[in-house]
Structures are given as structure tokens and as C-alpha cells.
């Protein structure tokens, strides 16, 4: 400070004081006071602020909220600005508390200084400008944050509504192809994954900043991206379907090409979209998209394609008659015997002849008539070409109606010239029924299975056949598989009908041959029978009304079969009878006079006879004929008192198929199931399951062989025996199974030469 | 070094040696220029008030008849105003009595009251030229001393037997109104610093917070003006309204 000020303030204080009047002093102290009210209010005032601190506050929240980076988010810009607010308030408030100060300097004559305010105040503004802050940031701060932040926003809208809306169309519409993939999708067609894609692509290409935006900025530009991309979608499909309506509409173009059409389309495109309305004002109005472009010209392709169709369906130049067919055909037969190589040769020589008349028919009329010849011979050649596929649909259709009817005709003559026998007749005669006994009512492959099959038949023509067209050879196998079919459901009946019958006539057989009635009288009572229920049976009434041959061959064999089986088991009863009853006298004379005697000898008579292949062909006889070969079941007296073997096996049907094996011994019972249909493998089924009964048999029956003596003369080792009995209750059991099973079990016992044991083998239907 | 530190304090409290060479500015300011200033001021002071004095005091000795006269009748007049306005019983602010921060004393009340004459002077001044002019005294013994004086501009018609040294011109009329002026600004002065004393004091005991308060300095006279005319103290208007309107 300067020496001379210094004095001055000296002295001007100095004179104050001397001349310092009361009213000097009330003004000082009227000054303080004032201002401390005017800091009081200054602080109250906080709380409503006029418009200049408001707009003082909104610019600086304005300037805050440009920094993105932390005023992204609003939630958070609010209240992290709150703090700067507040700052902002408290800053002013002091600033207005040094505006206050130097009003009251000025208004007093005397010195005064912040100290003597604070002095009156007395703390008393500090609560009061925190209340009034506080009061501003609840109630007048929410509502201008919302105002300058929404005003940001609206700017950075406005700077991007001119931005965004203008993708180049250089950048967009390759990005519009990749986005639509290959093949390509109408925007109406794309997936959400498509619709993303275009809308990060147009975000991409009309990004303002890397910089961080507002997020209400950030969520607009998405919007607006979303809205750019749906324009620009609604431009495409605008597009396409002003080059579909051109496309479709015949007044544009009469041209035949592709090239053409799609260079007219193109060109009325051009004019008619530059004249359009846009429907969508938030983008430019761009030029034909490459999508589009491509689209006109796969339709223009498509066209093109589809005009020459149309001639190709139409023209007259394709008709095909019989004529046409008829000499090509005659000319060489045999290239013609399958109607597939047939129609194939007749198709090619058709093309081959029509093709050079059609390129110039469809040129007529038009202005470059070579290149559009050019081009439908070109795709009349290209294998797979539409107009190709269609050329030839044409031909097919011409041709087969005259093809099918030409070669019927052929085939008629072949049938009635060669197979007039085959046609005429209805049924196969007995002779070849044989042959379908053997092979069943399998299907003829082809005609020469057919033509084997009537090998044997006498009234077959054996003069050679000439070459056969398809239709006919087929005739021939269809025919004869028709017979065949029927005659093998005939003889299946008639059989069936036969076995039916062998089940019912069981009893009254017995009881006719115990009568002692005549063979032949029975035979024809069975035939009789056999003949009226077969003529009860609905197939009687077709072409096999008769009892067939092979029908009656089995009657005969099962009729002498069962009589002969039934004799011989009244036989071997009756035997039986007597031989027990000779035992009984021996044994009633060995305990009179012969008690003190040991190991009295076997008599030899009473030795049970080796069974040899002569007994057992007959049972195994018994067993083919499907009738029961034993006594039927709780029938006679002499038949119940048949003692129980030491094996009984039975052989019976399931209820679900197979067969059953049923094994009862002294030690058990053994069951399991074997296939009756395959005769080895049923016997080693049988035999197998067999096994564990057989060891305990043999073990048992080697237990009982004991020496005996005859009357004393002699010891004799006595051979132990098995009594064996087979009951076969299942028709599906073959006979030539029964014999192998009684062998294979006849050399199960004699496999040990040291200790043979004998086998005493029986068989029957029932036991 | 101790010993340098010690010097220094003794030249700094200036009884080192060389103190008179080594003084700042700022000492000389403090010890010597300020003590002059303030001793300079007051003999001023005292200078014009016995300047004043000797003025009043070489005035008395030349006095005419009429004058000696008018004068004897002013100074009644003026004693009697003043003893009813109360100024003897305040000769500083002191002698106010306060309570809760505002006078309450009835004298002072008075003086209120009677000196809002002293807002108009001249007619003051008129006034007790009049009442001067009238006075009779009210004890008959002091009759002797007192004859009239007759001024044309009162009374159109002169007593009888009026000498003419005893009528008022002009100039004798002046002279009466400039002394009678002249008081009445000594005590207009007086009655200002008491009441600026009596708002500087009330405003010191006022709440920044109260009602009465206001951050216009014009308007908080005002509104001290007003609480005082409220307790029967009104203040001369030139106090009130010193700071005009706002």
C-alpha cells in the first residue's frame, strides 16, 4: 500500500470520528442490518430462483449433460448433477452475499465489513440455505434436469434425424444383397435375425461418433435405425412389386429373350419411380436396389421360360399320331418287346425330328427371329432345361395315349394268336395240382417261371414262341399266378376239411374196425362224407366244385392209415392180455413149488422182444396220417390199464405256435418248446431238452439190471429195459421227426456196450 | 547469534540503539503521523468553538434599546418553548430509557411530539416572533422592564405615545427572525442526533428475522419510523425520510 493512500484513509478515518453525527452511525448499523436481511432473504430466495438463475443453472446443466461419458445414463446424470447444483447454489449465495456487502459499504458513511453482518446473522442463514437448496433440488431442480436433458436429446435428435435418414446408397445396397443371403428373401420374408442385420447396418453406416451418446440419444438412434431399416424395407418391397406389376403387365414389352424383357422392364421401371410418391418421407428416395435388379432379371429368365412353355403346349407341330408310331415300331419288334425302351427309343426319334421346326415356328413375328430360334433350340438341347422338360412333357403326353393303344393291340394279337388255351382255361387241371402242392401259391416271377410251370401240361402248344411284347408276357405270369392262387386255397381247404374229418370219424373208426366192418366200406362212408362237406364249403362253388385230385389221394391214405393203425393196436392189445396172463401162471407155479429155489430163471418167452424198424415204421406211419395211432383217451377198459412208462413224452402245440415238448419221468417233469416246421432241428430241439431226463434214465435203469435164474439151470444177466411212449398230440410233428428222435434216443441207451439197455418204444396220438 | 536475536527485539520495541535511523513507514505512520493527525483535529475543534464564542460575546456589548428589548422578549419565548419541548432533559442520547429494545420514556415521547415544529423553521421562527412580540410578563414586579414594541405588519395601528425607536422595520424584524431561525436549528440539531441515536439503537436490538425487518435501507427507517410514531415517538420527518423513498 502506498504511503500517501495510507495517510489519506488516516485522515478521512480520523475525520469521521471526529465528525461521526448519530445519524452516521444509525445508517452503519441500518446498513448492517439490512443486508443481513438481505442475506436472509438471498438464502431464502434459493429456494425460488428467478430466470436468470434458472437459465444460470440450465446452462451449466446443459454443459454437463454434453459430456456423455458420465451423463449417459439419466437416473445417474440427475443425480450426480444434484451435487453440482448444489455447489452451483451455495456458489451464488456467496456471490450475492459479497453484491450484499458492497451495497451496504456503499450505503454506509461509516466502515463496515462482512464480519459485522455475520455479527447480526448470527449462523441464523445457513440453515435457512439449506433448507431453501434443499427445498430447490426437491422441487424446481427435478423439472429443469427434465428440461435441459430433454433438450439435449432434442438437439442431438435433430443432428441425427439429418444424418441418419440418408444411408449412402453406394454402402447400402450391397449390404441390403448380403443381408437377404442367397437364394434371396424378400424383406416381407425375412426372419428376425435378417431384420437385426439390416438394422445394424444401417446403424453402422450412418454412425455420427464413436463417442459415447446419451442413452435416451443411443435408444433414438436404435429407433431411428429401426425406422430407417423399415423404410427401407417398405422401399424394396415397393420396388419388387412396381417390377412385379411390370413384370406382369404384356402392354410393357412384347419381347421373347430374356435380355429384352428385362431391359424394358428396366427401363419402365426407371420412369415410373422417378414420377412415383414416396410413401415413406424419412428417407431418400433411392434407385433400383441390386436385389431388385437381380429379381427382374431371374423373372425376366422365368419369362422367358415360361412364353416358350406356352408355345410348346400349344403348338401344332408336336402332335403325334399312331402313324408316327406305327412303322418305326414294325421296323424293328424286338427294340420294342418293353414298353419303357419302347417309349424311350419313339421320345428321341420325336425330339429329333421336331426339334429344327420349332425354333423357327416360335421365331415368327419376332424382330431378331435368329437369336430368339437360337435360343429355344438351345434350351430344347440343354438336358434339364425347363423348356426342354417341357418340350418333352409335351411329346410324353402326345405319345403314350397312341403308344398304349398300339402296343394293346400288339399284345391282344400275341395272346390270342400263342395263349388261346391259358385263356381259356378256368381252372388247373389235376394234373399240374401236383406241382402246386410242391410249391405253394408263391408268386411267378417272371414268364419264364410261368412258362416252366406249364411245362408237363399236354395241352400247352410246344411249338416255339416268338418274341413276346411286355404286356403280354405279363398277361401270361399274371394269368397262371391267378390259377395257381386259387388252386392252392382250393387244395388248402380240401385238406383242412380232410383233417377235420380224421378227428370226428376217430371213435366211430375204432368202433368199425372193432366191429370188423369192411375197408371199403369205410372208405367210401369217409368219401361220402368227405364229398357232401366239401360241397357245403363256398369255394365249391367256383371252378374246383369237385373233390380234387391230390384230395382224394390223401383221403385214401389217411383212411387206410387209420384202419391199419387201429387194427394193429387192438392186436397188440389183445397180445398184451395174453401175455400177462401167461405170467401170472408162471409166477402162481414159482411160489408153489419152487419157494427154496434161488434166482429163479427168466423164462425167454417172457423176454420183451427187441423193437426193431418193423414195429416202428407202422407208429411212425400212424403219426403221418395224423390220426391218432394209440388208444383215444378214457376210452377202453384194456387201454386204461396200461401201466405208466418209465418215459412219457408228449409233443403238443402251444396256444401261441410251436411246438411243446412235455417230458414226465419217476425223477419229474421237463418241458420246453422245439419248431415243428424244421424236422432236423425240432429233433435235436427235442433230444436236447431231453438230456438231463435221459442220465437220471440211465442211471435208474442200469439200478434194476439184476441176474436171474431160469429154474436154477442157469444165471442170466438180464438186459435193463427203458419203456419208452411218444405221444404226438401236435399235427404239425412230422413223421420222418418221430423216427429220427426214436433213433437218436435208441443210440443214446446203447451207447455204453458194456451195459446196453434196451429200448421198449411206443407212440400215439394220445395218451 | 542469541545475541542478535535480542537486539532485534529490542528494536523492534524501540529501545535498541539507532532506533531513530531505522524507522519503516509504517512506524512513523503509527508512532508519530497518527498521534499528530488526531492532536491536530482537535485543537481545530477547539480553535472554532472559542472563535465562536468570542463572536457571541462581542455581539452583547453593542446593543440598541429595541434590540435589548426584543432580544429580552425572544429569549422568554425561547425558554418557555424549549422547557415544553423537553430538550433541557436530554442533553445526549444516554438519558433515554429502554425497554425490550425500544425507548420507552415518556419525556422522550414529548419531545417527539412537541419538536415537529422544528421541521418548519420560518414559521417557527414566526411564530415566536409573534409570541416575542406579545410576550407580557406574569409576575407584575417584572412589568417595569418590559415595553412594547410594535411591529406594522401585526397590528396596522401603533399604541398610543409609541416612540418610533420602538417600532419594527424591516430590518429589525430580520434580525429577530434570523436569531429566532437561528435557535430553532440548535435544537432541530439536537432532536436529530437524539432520534438517529434512538434508530441506530432499535435497529441493533432488531432480528434480522423480524417481521419489522427489511433488506431496503429506506424502508427499514421507514418501518422504525412508523414503530416509533406507534409508541407515541414520532420522528422529525427529515429523520424518516432521510433516505427518501424506495
Not at chain 2, 32 to 41: D, E, N, S, T
Request: charged content about 25%.
Amino acid at each position: 500500500m502506498q504511503y500517501g493512500t495510507i495517510m489519506m484513509l488516516v485522515s478521512l478515518c480520523a475525520a469521521s470520528l471526529l465528525a461521526s453525527p448519530a445519524k452516521d452511525q444509525a445508517t452503519r448499523q441500518l446498513a448492517i442490518h439490512t443486508a443481513a436481511r438481505r442475506t436472509l432473504d438471498a438464502a431464502e430466495a434459493i429456494r425460488e430462483p428467478g430466470l436468470e438463475r434458472q437459465a444460470l443453472i440450465a446452462s451449466e446443466l446443459t454443459t454437463a449433460i454434453a459430456d456423455a461419458r458420465i451423463h449417459a445414463q439419466r437416473s445417474k446424470s440427475r443425480e450426480r448433477l444434484k451435487d453440482d447444483v448444489r455447489a452451483l447454489l451455495t456458489a451464488a449465495f456467496h456471490d450475492q452475499r459479497a453484491a450484499i456487502l458492497a451495497v451496504a459499504q456503499e450505503q454506509s458513511p461509516l466502515p463496515l465489513s462482512e464480519a459485522d453482518i455475520l455479527a447480526v446473522l448470527r449462523g441464523r442463514h445457513e440453515p435457512v440455505l439449506d433448507v431453501s437448496i434443499h427445498a430447490y433440488l426437491e422441487s424446481n431442480y427435478p423439472g429443469l434436469f427434465e428440461q435441459v436433458r430433454d433438450d439435449a436429446v432434442a438437439r442431438a435428435r435433430q443432428t441425427l434425424d439429418r444424418q441418419v435418414m440418408q444411408p449412402a446408397f453406394e454402402a447400402l445396397d450391397p449390404a441390403i444383397l448380403k443381408v437377404a443371403g442367397d437364394p434371396p428373401r424378400w424383406p416381407a420374408q425375412w426372419d428376425a435375425q435378417q431384420t437385426a442385420a439390416l438394422r445394424k447396418t444401417v446403424a453402422e453406416l450412418t454412425r455420427t461418433s464413436d463417442q459415447p451418446q446419451l442413452e435416451e440419444v443411443d435408444r433414438y438412434v436404435r429407433e431411428l435405425s429401426q425406422r430407417v431399416a423399415e423404410a427401407i424395407r417398405a422401399q424394396i418391397e415397393a420396388q419388387r412389386d412396381l417390377a412385379d406389376s411390370l413384370l406382369a403387365d404384356v402392354d410393357v414389352t412384347t419381347a421373347r429373350l430374356a435380355s429384352e424383357f428385362g431391359r424394358d422392364v428396366l427401363a419402365a421401371f426407371e420412369s415410373r419411380w422417378s414420377r412415383r410418391e414416396p410413401e415413406v418421407t424419412e428417407v431418400t428416395r433411392y434407385p433400383l436396389f441390386t436385389l431388385v435388379e437381380q429379381h427382374v432379371g431371374r423373372e425376366s429368365d422365368r419369362i422367358e421360360i415360361s412364353r416358350m412353355a406356352a408355345f410348346l403346349v400349344d403348338t401344332p407341330f408336336l402332335a403325334v399320331t399312331a402313324d408316327a408310331v406305327r412303322p418305326v415300331m414294325a421296323a424293328a419288334p424286338q427294340e420294342h418287346l418293353i414298353f419303357a425302351d419302347s417309349r424311350k427309343r419313339l421320345l428321341a426319334k420325336l425330339q429329333q425330328e421336331r426339334r429344327p421346326a420349332l425354333g423357327l415356328a416360335y421365331a415368327d413375328g419376332s424382330d431378331i427371329p435368329d437369336e430368339v430360334s437360337a435360343a429355344l433350340t438351345r434350351r430344347l438341347q440343354q438336358i434339364g432345361d425347363p423348356v426342354q422338360i417341357a418340350f418333352l412333357k409335351r411329346l410324353e403326353a402326345e405319345l403314350d395315349p397312341i403308344l398304349l393303344a398300339e402296343r394293346k393291340r400288339l399284345s391282344d394279337a400275341q395272346i390270342s394268336g400263342h395263349f388261346a388255351w391259358l385263356e381259356a382255361l378256368e381252372r388247373l387241371p389235376d394234373e399240374v395240382l401236383i406241382h402246386v402242392l410242391d410249391r405253394g401259391d408263391a408268386p411267378l416271377s417272371s414268364l419264364a417261371e410261368a412258362l416252366a410251370f406249364w411245362g408237363g401240361v399236354e395241352s400247352m402248344p410246344a411249338a416255339p414262341l416268338p418274341p413276346l411284347l411286355e404286356e403280354t408276357a405279363d398277361w401270361v405270369r399274371l394269368r397262371t399266378a391267378n390259377l395257381i392262387t386259387a388252386a392252392a386255397s382250393t387244395l388248402r381247404e380240401q385238406l383242412a376239411l380232410l383233417r377235420a374229418i380224421e378227428n370226428e370219424r376217430q371213435t366211430s373208426l375204432i368202433e368199425d374196425v372193432g366191429a370188423g366192418k369192411p375197408y371199403a366200406q369205410i372208405h367210401a362212408e369217409w368219401l361220402d362224407v368227405y364229398t357232401r362237406r366239401w360241397g357245403e364249403q363256398p369255394l365249391a362253388d367256383g371252378p374246383y366244385a369237385a373233390l380234387t385230385g391230390p384230395a382224394r389221394v390223401a383221403l385214401d391214405r389217411a383212411v387206410r392209415q387209420h384202419y391199419e393203425a387201429t387194427e394193429q393196436s387192438l392186436a397188440e392189445a389183445r397180445q398184451q392180455q395174453d401175455s400177462e396172463s401167461v405170467e401170472a401162471s408162471a409166477a402162481a407155479a414159482d411160489a408153489a413149488g419152487l419157494e427154496a429155489t434161488e434166482d429163479p430163471p427168466v423164462p425167454e418167452e417172457t423176454v420183451a422182444p427187441e423193437p426193431d424198424e418193423a414195429e416202428a415204421e407202422p407208429e411212425a406211419e400212424t403219426i403221418e396220417g395224423g390220426a391218432g395211432a394209440g388208444p383215444p383217451s378214457g376210452g377202453e377198459e384194456g387201454l386204461a390199464e396200461r401201466v405208466m412208462p418209465d418215459v412219457l413224452l408228449i409233443l403238443r402245440e402251444q396256444e401261441q405256435g410251436g411246438g411243446e415238448a412235455v417230458m414226465i419221468t419217476a425223477a419229474g417233469q421237463l418241458r420246453w418248446t422245439f419248431d415243428a416246421r424244421d424236422v432236423h432241428g425240432a429233433v435235436e430241439a427235442i433230444y436236447d431238452g431231453m438230456q438231463p431226463g435221459l442220465m437220471a434214465l440211465v442211471d435208474m435203469a442200469r439200478g434194476r439190471s439184476t441176474e436171474r435164474s431160469w429154474f436154477g439151470l442157469r444165471k442170466r444177466r438180464e438186459t435193463p429195459q427203458v419203456s419208452f411212449h411218444l405221444v404226438v398230440e401236435s399235427g404239425a410233428v412230422r413223421h420222418r421227426s418221430s423216427l429220427l428222435l426214436h433213433r437218436r434216443i435208441e443210440e443214446h441207451f446203447a451207447q455204453d456196450h458194456a451195459a446196453p439197455i434196451s429200448l421198449d418204444w411206443q407212440a400215439s396220438l394220445d395218451w | 547469534m542469541k545475541q542478535d536475536a535480542f537486539e532485534a527485539i529490542d528494536r523492534l520495541v524501540g529501545r535498541g540503539t539507532g532506533m531513530s535511523g531505522g524507522l519503516s513507514p509504517n512506524d512513523v505512520l503509527v508512532q508519530i503521523a497518527l498521534p499528530l493527525v488526531l492532536i491536530l483535529a482537535i485543537a481545530t475543534r477547539l480553535i472554532t468553538m472559542g472563535q465562536a464564542l468570542t463572536d457571541q460575546d462581542r455581539g452583547a456589548i453593542i446593543l440598541d434599546l429595541w434590540k435589548q428589548q426584543l432580544i429580552l422578549r425572544m429569549e422568554q419565548v425561547l425558554t418557555r418553548w424549549e422547557q415544553k419541548a423537553e430538550l433541557p432533559a436530554f442533553p445526549d442520547p444516554d438519558r433515554i430509557r429502554w425497554v425490550d429494545g425500544w425507548p420507552d420514556d415518556a419525556r422522550f415521547a414529548r419531545l417527539c411530539r412537541a419538536t415537529q415544529e422544528l421541521e418548519n423553521i420560518d414559521e417557527l421562527s414566526w411564530t415566536l416572533y409573534r409570541e416575542a412580540l406579545a410576550y407580557k410578563p406574569p409576575v407584575e414586579a417584572d412589568a417595569g422592564v418590559f415595553f412594547p414594541l410594535h411591529d406594522p405588519l401585526l397590528a396596522a395601528t401603533p399604541p398610543e405615545h409609541m416612540p418610533a425607536d420602538f417600532v419594527m422595520d424591516y430590518a429589525r424584524r430580520a434580525f429577530a427572525l434570523d436569531y429566532l431561525r437561528e435557535r430553532g436549528l440548535q435544537w432541530r440539531e439536537r432532536v436529530t442526533t437524539l432520534q438517529w441515536s434512538v434508530v441506530g439503537e432499535a435497529v441493533a436490538h432488531l432480528s434480522p428475522e423480524d417481521p419489522l425487518s427489511d433488506g431496503r435501507l429506506a424502508v427499514q427507517l421507514r418501518r422504525i419510523s412508523a414503530a416509533l410514531a406507534a409508541r407515541d415517538m414520532p420522528l422529525l420527518p427529515s429523520v424518516a425520510g432521510a433516505y427518501g423513498e424506495e
